[in-house]
C-alpha cells in the first residue's frame, strides 16, 4: 500500500481543523442564540459547555486519529478492539448524512453571492429565499458545491485540504474582521452591540429548556465532534504535536468568529430596523440579515463580501466532512483519491437531492442528525476512550505535551462520567423531541425559524 499522507507543516493541520469548526454553526446559530439568551451571560455558559464537553471530547479524538494513523473505522482495529469498529462506522455514516444536506446549504449560499451582486433578492428577500431554496435551482447549486469540494478532496490532504484551507482560513478571519470594523460605522451598531451582548442572568433562566440544550449540543456540534472529522484529520499528522495547544487554538478562534459574526450581523439589523427576535438558522441568515444589506449604500459589494466569507466557511466544513469517508475509502481500497472522491460526491449529491427538492426534508435529515446521531456518536466515542482505552488514550496524549501529569487523570473521568452524562441529557430531550413531545422543539442548526 502506498505511503499514507500527512500535513505538510503543524499549521496545516490547525488551520484545517479550525476550518472544520468555523461553520454555518458559528455564522448563523451562534449569534442569535447568544442574543436570545442572555448575551453575554450565555457566552459565558456556553464557554462552560465547550470547555467541559467539547474540549475533552476533541482530544479523545484527537488521541484515536494520532495514535493509528487510520481512518476512523480501521482506527478501532489498529487498538486491537475490533468489535469496535462499529462505532467508528457509526460516526462515519453520521458525517455522510450530515454533508449530504449540508450541500445543499452550502449552495444556497453560492447562489446568494450571484443574488447579492444582481441585488435580486433586495425587494422581497422572504420570497426569494422560497424560490431558490428548494427545487431545480438548489440541485444545481448543490452541484456546484459539491462539484468544489469533490475537487479539492480529489487533491489530497497536503495539495488538495492544506492549501486550500490555507487560504480560506485567514480569509474568513480578515473579512470578517473587516465586516466588523466597517459596521461600527453602522447608525444601528450601538443598538445591535447591546442586543448581542448585554448580559442578562434573567433572561438565561428564563430560557434555560432551550438555552442549555443548545449550549451542549452546539459544544460539540460547532468543534464538528461526532462526525470522525477529528479523528480524521489528527490520523494525518505527521510529527507528535501539543494537541493540548492544538485544541486550544481551535477552540479560542472558533469562539471569535462566533462573536466578529454578531459584531457584524446586529448592526446591519438594527441600521435597517429589522426586528432580530429571530432564533437563527436559515431564514436569519437569508431572509433577515439579506434584507439589511438591500438599505445599505453598496449593499451589493457588502453582499458579496458576506456571502463570500459565508461560503469559505460552508466549504472548509464540508471538505473536512467528505475526508472522513474518502479516508476510509482511500485506507480499504486500491482506488486512486480522485476516483474515489467522485464516487462518494454522486453517492451524496444522490442522497442530498430530497433535501435540496423541499426543505422539510432537510429540516428532517437535521433534527435526525442533531438530536439523535450526533449525541449517540459522541456519547459512544468518549466512553470508548474513556473506560476502553484508558490509560493508552493519556499516554498518547502525554506525547508532546508536556505538563499533563495532572491534566491527564482529570481529562479521563471527564470522559468517563462528566461528558456522557452532559450529552446523555441531550440525547435524552432529543429523544424526546423527535419521538414524544406534542409540540417539539428543535435545536438543530438547519430547522430555526
Ligand atoms: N463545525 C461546523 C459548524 O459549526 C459543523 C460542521 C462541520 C458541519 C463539518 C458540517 C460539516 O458549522
Given at each position: ?241 501539543n494537541l493540548l ?149 493519556v499516554?498518547?496524549l502525554r506525547e508532546g505535551t508536556d505538563g499533563v501529569e495532572t491534566f491527564g487523570?482529570i481529562w ?38
Amino acid at each position: 500500500m502506498a505511503k499514507r499522507e500527512t500535513w505538510a507543516t503543524r499549521v496545516g493541520f490547525l488551520v484545517a481543523a479550525i476550518g472544520s469548526a468555523v461553520g454555518l454553526g458559528n455564522l448563523w446559530q451562534f449569534p442569535f442564540k447568544t442574543a436570545g439568551n442572555g448575551g453575554a451571560a450565555f457566552v459565558a455558559f456556553y464557554l462552560i459547555a465547550v470547555l467541559l464537553i467539547g474540549f475533552p471530547a476533541m482530544l479523545a479524538e484527537f488521541v484515536l486519529g494520532r495514535r493509528t494513523h487510520r481512518n476512523a473505522v480501521d482506527a478501532f482495529t489498529e487498538l486491537g478492539h475490533r468489535q469496535w469498529r462499529v462505532l467508528g462506522a457509526f460516526a462515519v455514516v453520521t458525517g455522510f448524512w450530515i454533508l449530504s444536506y449540508y450541500n445543499v446549504v452550502g449552495g444556497w449560499v453560492l447562489r446568494y453571492i450571484v443574488g447579492s451582486a444582481q441585488g435580486a433578492y433586495f425587494d422581497a428577500p422572504a420570497e426569494y429565499f422560497g424560490a431558490v431554496s428548494a427545487g431545480p435551482e438548489a440541485i444545481l447549486a448543490q452541484l456546484v458545491f459539491l462539484g468544489i469540494v469533490v475537487g479539492i478532496v480529489a487533491l489530497g490532504i497536503e495539495d488538495g485540504i492544506e492549501k486550500a484551507t490555507k487560504v480560506m482560513v485567514p480569509s474568513i478571519v480578515l473579512l470578517m474582521g473587516a465586516l466588523a470594523v466597517w459596521a461600527v460605522t453602522l447608525a444601528g451598531s450601538g443598538e445591535g452591540y447591546a442586543y448581542f451582548l448585554t448580559p442578562s442572568l434573567d433572561a438565561m433562566v428564563a430560557n434555560a429548556g432551550t438555552a442549555i440544550p443548545f449550549a451542549v449540543g452546539q459544544a460539540f456540534f460547532t468543534l464538528s465532534l461526532g462526525m470522525a472529522i477529528m479523528i480524521t484529520y489528527s490520523s494525518y499528522i505527521g510529527e507528535d504535536d501539543n494537541l493540548l495547544v492544538d485544541g486550544g487554538v481551535i477552540v479560542v478562534v472558533n469562539t471569535l468568529i462566533g462573536i466578529l459574526a454578531g459584531l457584524v450581523v446586529f448592526p446591519i439589523l438594527f441600521a435597517n430596523g429589522i426586528d432580530p427576535a429571530l432564533e437563527g438558522g436559515a431564514s436569519a441568515l437569508f431572509v433577515a440579515v439579506a434584507s439589511g444589506f438591500g438599505g445599505l449604500p453598496l449593499g451589493e459589494v457588502i453582499g458579496v463580501i458576506f456571502f463570500g466569507v459565508v461560503a469559505l466557511a460552508a466549504l472548509s466544513s464540508a471538505i473536512s466532512l467528505m475526508e472522513v469517508t474518502v479516508a476510509w475509502a482511500n485506507d480499504n481500497y486500491d482506488v486512486s483519491r480522485p476516483v474515489l472522491a467522485v464516487g462518494i460526491g454522486v453517492a451524496l449529491f444522490v442522497l442530498g437531492l430530497p433535501s435540496a427538492w423541499n426543505v422539510s426534508y432537510l429540516t428532517w435529515f437535521d433534527n435526525i442528525a442533531y438530536s439523535l446521531l450526533l449525541p449517540l456518536s459522541v456519547l459512544l466515542m468518549v466512553l470508548f476512550v474513556g473506560w476502553v482505552l484508558a490509560g493508552d488514550a493519556v499516554a498518547e496524549l502525554r506525547e508532546g505535551t508536556d505538563g499533563v501529569e495532572t491534566f491527564g487523570p482529570i481529562w479521563l473521568w471527564g470522559l468517563r462520567l462528566v461528558v456522557p452524562l452532559l450529552v446523555l441529557v441531550t440525547l435524552g430531550l432529543g429523544v424526546y423531541e423527535l419521538f414524544l413531545a406534542p409540540e417539539p422543539t428543535f435545536f438543530a442548526p438547519f430547522s430555526g425559524s
